[in-house]
């Protein structure tokens, strides 16, 4: 059977140092990853605005697409259902671009 030795109070301390050396450097780390992980959140709401933004713009588009459309299709389907002065103002406008 093998005999164990006693630790010395210098490999006790060195190992002690040794530790605390890297808590030192996870607790640093752990401060890093919380920043970007903050910074990351931040950015993803930033986009999840702009998205939104995007698709409320998109729709509007849409809407405004539709509206001449049938405005267009009145006077190009049924251009003698309206009084002359409606025909007149809807041309215009479609000329115009609205």
Do not use: N, W
Not at 29 to 40: G, N, S
Not at 45 to 71: C, F, M, T
């Amino acid at each position: 059977m093998q005999s164990t030795r006693p630790f010395l109070d210098h490999e006790i301390r060195a190992a002690i140092e040794s530790l605390e050396a890297s808590t030192a450097a996870i607790e640093k780390q752990t401060e890093t990853l919380k920043v970007q992980c903050k910074e990351l959140k931040s950015q993803l709401e930033i986009d999840h605005e702009i998205e939104q933004r995007r698709r409320k713009s998109l729709a509007k588009l849409h809407r405004r697409y539709a509206l001449e459309k049938q405005q267009v299709d009145v006077v190009v389907l049924y251009p003698f259902a309206l009084p002359t002065c409606h025909r007149r103002m809807l041309t215009q406008s479609i000329r115009s671009g609205m």
